[in-house]
T-cell receptor, first 114, second 108 residues
Framework: EAGVAQSPRYKIIEKRQSVAFWCNPI?????LYWYQQILGQGPKLLIQ????????DSQLPKDRFSAERLKGVDSTLKIQPAKLEDSAVYLC????????????FGQGTRLTVV | GQQVMQIPQYQHVQEGEDFTTYCNSS?????IQWYKQRPGGHPVFLIQ?????EVKKQKRLTFQFGEAKKNSSLHITATQTTDVGTYFC????????FGTGTSLTVIP
C-alpha cells in the first residue's frame, strides 16, 4: 500500500512570494490533515478535511493560507504571500476515519522563507 | 481551544535507564495516540488508548491513559540508542491535536 505522498520535499522562496504544496493521501482515507511543524515544536494542526469538507481550520491564518481538497482526494496548501515565520516543515497526514484511527504522515515539505 | 502539554520537554538518559513522558490535556479526550518522530523524520504511530485507565504494553514501552481521560504517560524501560527521538501524544476529541513533545536523547 502506498503511503502519503507530498511534494515538493524542499522549497526555498523569498518573503512575499507564493508557494503551494501538494498531498496525495492513502487511497480510501476520508480524513486529511495539514500540519505546520516549526523546528523544535510539535505539529500544529492547520486544517482538517473530512472528504472534501472542512472539519477544522481554526488555526489556519486565513489571510495568507488557503487549502482545498478537490473531489475528496488530493489536497493543496497555499501560502500567499509568505512571511519569514512561515519557515517550517509542512506535514500532510491521512486517516481512514475522522476519529479513533491512526494518522499516516507524509515525508513533509521543508519550506525556507528568506 | 484544546491544549495538550507534555513534560519534560527534553530528557537525556544513559543507555539502560528508564524514561517517562507525561501528557496532559485541558479537556477530556475521546482517545489518545502516541507517535514517535526520529530526527529529520515524520511522526510514526505507536499506539492508541481508548478506555479510561487503560494500560498497553509494547515490548519495553508501557502506555497508560488516565482515569479521567485527560492525561497519559509513556514509560520506556531500559532505554536503547534506537529509542532516540521525540515522543508526541495526540489527543482526539472532535479534532486531532498534538502535544508539545518530549525529546529523548540516549547516551551510549
Amino acid at each position: 500500500e502506498a503511503g502519503v505522498a507530498q511534494s515538493p520535499r524542499y522549497k526555498i522562496i523569498e518573503k512575499r512570494q507564493s508557494v503551494a504544496f501538494w498531498c496525495n493521501p492513502i487511497s480510501g482515507h476520508a480524513t486529511l490533515y495539514w500540519y505546520q511543524q516549526i523546528l523544535g515544536q510539535g505539529p500544529k494542526l492547520l486544517i482538517q478535511f473530512q472528504n472534501n469538507g472542512v472539519v477544522d481550520d481554526s488555526q489556519l491564518p486565513k489571510d495568507r493560507f488557503s487549502a482545498e481538497r478537490l473531489k475528496g482526494v488530493d489536497s493543496t496548501l497555499k501560502i500567499q504571500p509568505a512571511k519569514l515565520e512561515d519557515s517550517a516543515v509542512y506535514l500532510c497526514a491521512s486517516s481512514a476515519t475522522q476519529r479513533g484511527t491512526e494518522a499516516f504522515f507524509g515525508q513533509g515539505t521543508r519550506l525556507t522563507v528568506v | 481551544g484544546q491544549q495538550v502539554m507534555q513534560i519534560p520537554q527534553y530528557q537525556h538518559v544513559q543507555e539502560g535507564e528508564d524514561f517517562t513522558t507525561y501528557c496532559n490535556s485541558s479537556t477530556t479526550l475521546s482517545n489518545i495516540q502516541w507517535y514517535k518522530q526520529r530526527p529529520g523524520g515524520h511522526p510514526v504511530f505507536l499506539i492508541q488508548l481508548v478506555k479510561s485507565g487503560e494500560v498497553k504494553k509494547q515490548k519495553r514501552l508501557t502506555f497508560q491513559f488516565g482515569e479521567a481521560k485527560k492525561n497519559s504517560s509513556l514509560h520506556i524501560t531500559a532505554t536503547q540508542t534506537t529509542d532516540v527521538g521525540t515522543y508526541f501524544c495526540a489527543g482526539t476529541g472532535n479534532q486531532f491535536y498534538f502535544g508539545t513533545g518530549t525529546s529523548l536523547t540516549v547516551i551510549p
